[in-house]
């Protein structure tokens, strides 16, 4: 068996191990009070509003302060920035600058890059999550890709493959630097803080 099949051998392993790591506490996420009634048949355009803005402060804080961690390993960080989405979201859906300037914001601690990875592998993963948001949103409020809704859809048609991008890039970085355990902790860590950040980020419209 040749150095190369060992190494994606060894990846995998990572990957699997990360997904099952996390699972309770992304599924605790899933379960929050404004996850769930952001599915619900019966959302309002004010719950939606809360709870993009609630996300705003998570989204701008990776952007500010994960992606420079990660500039030595990711290439394309400038394409994955969508903060600026939710803005202008909640501007074509009737919020104002004055207020989503003054929108609570979030910090991550991150002590290099493979805690900044775990972070990001969060944020990232949502990304997926979103498509299915998107499609709820549409069809309940309305809301597309040009007006309100382009924070959920992301990257559009290219969100299978920058997910794919980024994963392997993960993977890659986690094996060769030999990392694994350092970021799936961040991993779970991040899905616990961004629990929390939901139910204690105070929105004033």
């Known amino acids: 068996m ?3 099949t060992v190494s994606k051998q060894n990846q995998d392993v990572f990957l699997s191990n990360l997904r099952q790591e996390t699972a309770d506490s992304h599924r605790q996420l899933e379960e929050n009070e404004f996850s769930k009634a952001i599915l619900d048949p019966a959302v309002t355009l004010n719950g939606y509003q809360t709870y ?27 394409q994955r920035k969508k903060s600026q989405l939710i803005i202008r979201d909640l501007f074509n859906t009737g919020i104002s600058p004055e207020i989503t300037d003054k929108l609570p914001g979030y910090h991550f601690r991150a002590n290099g890059i ?11 993963g949502s990304t997926l999550g ?26 559009g048609t290219e969100t299978g493959l920058l997910w794919k991008t980024f994963i392997s890039s993960l993977a890659a970085f986690a094996v060769q630097k030999s990392c694994e355990k350092e970021i799936i902790s961040s991993a779970v860590q991040t899905f616990t803080a961004i629990n929390n950040w939901l139910d204690q980020a105070r929105i004033n419209w």
């Open 114 to 124: 493979a805690e900044a990875l775990g972070v990001m592998y969060v944020l990232e």
């Open 130 to 155: 979103g498509k299915i948001l998107y499609k709820h949103i549409n069809n309940t409020l309305g809301l597309d890709a040009s007006h309100g809704a382009s924070y959920f859809w992301g990257y």
């Open 52 to 78: 993009i803005a609630k996300l705003y402060g998570v989204t701008f804080a990776c952007e500010t302060e994960i992606y420079p961690i990660l500039e030595p390993v990711l290439t394309d960080l400038a």
């Open 2 to 4: 040749n150095e190369l």
